[in-house]
């Protein structure tokens, strides 16, 4: 129960932010995505249902903030929370690198499934969805890493930490 209290305080905190102070620190109209990272984190800490039932619930609460399709986000966010559950520590022991690696990967399927629904759904062309994900996917990861660079040294640096 402690542990789930601390997550939903950390995601709270995060959907906060999301929504208040990342549209101020974004860099020509890119903006990193917190709520993709704490994803990561619970699903990696944890185990893939949780990881899934918080993607779901972080998506649809996206879904309601946001004018786009509903479910479109909450959808994006349960298959992005299942890769980051079966990349959980439980399972496999990461290094730092390679967890950043994971984050990025994580994010790239996130915005895949993103733009397949919006494509699905819209006048979209499929042709966009690739220059989408380069033209704005991937700087959008960059700018999360930088953010994920963070948590993922901290642990690593704290004595309890990475160093087992």
């Not at 972080?58 to 986000?73: E, H, N, R, V």
Request: proline share 5%; aromatic share 14%.
């Amino acid at each position: 129960m402690k542990r789930f209290l601390r997550w939903t305080g950390i995601v709270i905190l995060l959907y906060v932010l999301q929504t208040t102070i990342v549209p101020l620190i974004a860099i020509s109209g890119i903006k990193p995505d917190l709520l993709v990272l704490v994803l990561f984190f619970i699903g990696y800490r944890n185990d893939v249902i949780p990881a899934v039932f918080s993607g779901f619930f972080l998506g649809l609460a996206q879904d309601f903030y946001s004018p786009l399709i509903l479910g479109q986000t909450a959808l994006a966010k349960t298959v992005s929370g299942f890769f980051a559950g079966i990349c959980n520590e439980k399972v496999m022991r990461i290094d730092p690198v390679f967890r950043l690696v994971l984050i990025f990967i994580m994010f790239i399927i996130h915005d895949a499934v993103f733009l397949f629904v919006q494509v699905a759904k819209t006048e979209m062309e499929i042709q966009s969805m690739g220059i989408e994900l380069v033209k704005s996917t991937l700087p959008r990861a960059l700018y999360t890493l930088l953010f994920a660079l963070i948590p993922v040294f901290w642990e690593y640096l704290s004595p309890s930490g990475g160093r087992r």
